[in-house]
Nanobody, 127 residues
Framework: QVHLVESGGDSVQAGGSLRLSCAASAHTNSSACMSWFRQAPGRVREGVAT????????TYADSVKGRFTISGDVAKKSIYLQMDSLKPEDTAIYYCAADSRYAACLPPQREQDFQYWGQGTQVTVSS
């Protein structure tokens, strides 16, 4: 079992920045592929970014490319999401997810490919 704990959500104005963190409690091989999803009110959960920790391979949704940066620390079993140039449409609950399979990190990023999920952290961007 892998427990994921997110932190860093907050309320900011458009154009601002936030850094989300996600820490995994279990062995790294249980969370080889880690990712961020988000869910806005009334909308389906969507993929934001993935990282294959051992190789640092990353993918991004088109909507966040150039603004968000995913990174990871294998020793700390943690990943981060640096969010810059935030827009009101980035408002959502952000979830960290993990899976032991490399395939989960291959696009497209899909909810059903990830076995472990955190509780989420709220990001609110005001105009």
């Amino acid at each position: 079992q892998v427990h994921l704990v997110e932190s860093g959500g907050d309320s900011v104005q458009a154009g601002g920045s936030l850094r989300l963190s996600c820490a995994a409690s279990a062995h790294t091989n249980s969370s080889a592929c880690m990712s961020w999803f988000r869910q806005a009110p009334g909308r389906v959960r969507e993929g934001v970014a993935t990282i294959y920790l051992s190789r640092g391979l990353v993918t991004y949704a088109d909507s966040v490319k150039g603004r968000f940066t995913i990174s990871g620390d294998v020793a700390k079993k943690s990943i981060y999401l640096q969010m810059d140039s935030l827009k009101p449409e980035d408002t959502a609950i952000y979830y960290c997810a993990a899976d032991s399979r490399y395939a989960a990190c291959l696009p497209p990023q899909r909810e059903q490919d990830f076995q472990y999920w955190g509780q989420g952290t709220q990001v609110t961007v005001s105009s």
